[in-house]
């Protein structure tokens, strides 16, 4: 007699239920409360900065993304609403017309049996769903309690530049942290010398969120004096945590109605994988810590993306343009997708119509564009942001060449090293994310059944191409850019197995870094940390693709993409 399996939903409760623990411990090891005590800190205090840190937090991100590579593969197996199982007779067993077992037996294929087995997969088809919900809300809730210290800086410079609209009525597209008047949580930011590198789409939530907040601590007798500081008042540490609170709440919030139209639009265009879709996306482990913890702005962008694609979906080719110009309008990175659009809808409805609807999508954009950049100081503001934004070089290929350089006694000019480290890979890209698409769309290169599929897999590749050469400036919440077209994508083999750890490795390099960084002691040199922490960027994900090509030349695995 073979024991009793688990049922789908008692599979997915328990490897939830895992992860939950998981993100329960990142919250209990790392408090926001005590976190704030430092205020450039990142996920230790300096004195808590050991390997052995290290390792048991690399072995927590393990569990997380060994929990989510096989909740994934429960979920495919039952995407039809049932078990995919649960109705197939045994292996080895032929049944002949007359639904008899060719061995002898008879098999029992009686009504009571059937109607089990519809109840069970009826059950099963909505309580599924509520578990992967449960268990997204649950962790974005635990993470509330998790400083954002070592996942970035950033949630403060939003918070600071937030307050500058709000309390000064100053544009932090104009006017920099540091030639404003100073306000409180000033030590806090990173970018203080720096203009904001956003749009008018994320600068006016911004300003929402820290109005919303300023009135709840007005209400409360809460808000700080002044530029009474956290840690010395602890007035304004309760302070500094509710503003933090309040961006992780929208960054929570624009996940979930992501994961929403995720749903909405795989289960359109193929009915019973929207559940496996919708858990690519909410429980991504890289998902999660980037809206609940570090509360990035990538949210509204690539909401805008996702109705973007809703559009395509609908054929409103002119309203796809325009919504893929407004999430331009919170950070510039959405270009990359315009050529893909345009090359697509030119395969779909031809050259002259494609022209037209984007020439109408131009006509309603430009104008939107003045408005929403004018009360912010208009179109001028974009010279500086980007002047300033192309100084920098972070945890990509172009930074190890740039502290290499020296070091093998090169002493170039700073103009001639830019050019290579940051205008050549720009143009590498811009190259690549126009003829790769095309070639593939005009060679019929894309396996896939349907047009909506093509334009997501364009999608995706183009994010990875840019990843991969464009970028001269990585970080791990970055990566959210391939995992939205990946989360349409769940029946392919780089979502359900190579996306992972795409994902685990930059941000297992985060936790590297910023404990390496700050051991009493160095045990490694700067040349060699950044080495070190590109290759743990990149290593997981190319390993992992190189066993998901391997395997589909061995015929593994089901629907592949081209």
């Not at 343009?321 to 510039?332: D, E, I, N, P, T």
């Amino acid at each position: 007699m073979k024991p009793a399996r688990l049922s789908p939903l008692a599979r997915l409760g328990g490897l939830g239920l895992l992860s939950l623990l998981a993100y329960g411990w990142l919250a209990w090891r790392y408090p926001l409360g005590a976190s704030l005590q430092w205020p450039r800190g990142g996920w230790y205090p300096p004195q808590q900065a050991i390997l052995s840190n290290l390792w048991v937090h690399l072995a927590v991100y393990g569990l997380l993304f060994g929990a989510y590579l096989l909740a994934l593969g429960k979920v495919s197996q039952h995407r039809s609403g049932g078990s995919a199982e649960s109705c197939e007779p045994e292996k080895g067993t032929r049944i002949d017309t007359d639904g008899k077992d060719l061995h002898g037996g008879v098999l029992s294929l009686s009504k009571g049996f059937i109607l089990r087995k519809s109840a069970t997969s009826a059950k099963s088809a909505v309580l599924l769903p509520l578990v992967v919900v449960f268990v997204w809300l649950a962790a974005s809730l635990l993470l509330l309690w998790a400083t954002p210290s070592g996942d970035s800086h950033d949630i403060y410079d939003y918070i600071y530049r937030g307050r500058l609209q709000v309390e000064k009525g100053l544009s932090p597209l104009a006017v920099t942290p540091k030639e404003a008047p100073r306000m409180a949580f000033y030590a806090y930011t990173a970018w203080k010398e720096n203009v904001d590198t956003y749009g008018p789409l994320w600068e006016y939530p911004s300003a929402g969120v820290s109005w919303l907040v300023n009135r709840w601590l007005g209400a409360n007798r809460a808000l700080p004096v002044g530029a009474s500081d956290c840690p010395q008042s602890p007035v304004a540490c309760r302070a500094l945590m509710a503003w933090v609170t309040g961006y992780r709440l929208l960054g929570i919030l624009l996940a979930g109605l992501t994961g929403w139209l995720i749903y909405g639009l795989v289960q359109r265009e193929r009915p019973g994988w929207g559940l496996c879709a919708l858990l690519v996306w909410l429980w991504n482990p890289a998902m999660l810590l980037s809206s609940a913890v570090g509360g990035h702005n990538d949210g509204p962008m690539l909401l805008l993306l996702l109705l973007t694609f809703w559009a395509a979906q609908r054929q409103r080719w002119v309203l796809a343009f325009l919504l893929l110009g407004l999430s331009a309008h919170v950070k510039l990175t959405s270009l990359i997708w315009a050529p893909v659009l345009g090359l697509w809808l030119w395969r779909q409805i031809g050259l002259k119509r494609a022209l037209l609807a984007g020439l109408g999508a131009g006509v309603l954009l430009l104008p939107l564009s003045w408005l929403l950049y004018q009360p912010l100081g208009g179109w001028q503001t974009l010279p500086r942001m980007l002047g300033e934004r192309v100084l920098y070089v972070a945890n990509s290929p172009s930074q190890f060449v740039d502290r290499l350089l020296p070091l093998l006694g090169y002493r170039l000019p700073k103009e001639f090293v830019r050019f290579y480290i940051i205008q050549m890979p720009t143009y590498a890209y811009g190259l690549l994310g126009v003829l790769v698409p095309a070639w593939l769309l005009w060679r019929n290169r894309l396996v896939r059944q349907g047009a909506n599929p093509q334009l997501w897999g364009l999608a995706l590749l183009v994010a990875m191409l840019y990843l991969t050469v464009g970028s001269f400036w990585f970080q791990h919440w970055y990566v959210l850019w391939a995992v939205l077209p990946a989360s349409l994508l769940p029946w392919s083999r780089f979502t359900r197995w190579v996306l992972p750890f795409v994902c685990l490795g930059p941000l297992a390099a985060n936790i590297i870094a910023d404990t390496l960084a700050r051991l009493p002691v160095m045990i490694i040199s700067v040349i060699g940390l950044t080495g070190l922490v590109v290759a743990t960027i990149w290593l997981p994900g190319m390993l992992a693709g190189g066993v998901a090509l391997w395997g589909r030349k061995r015929g593994w695995g089901d629907e592949m993409m081209g």
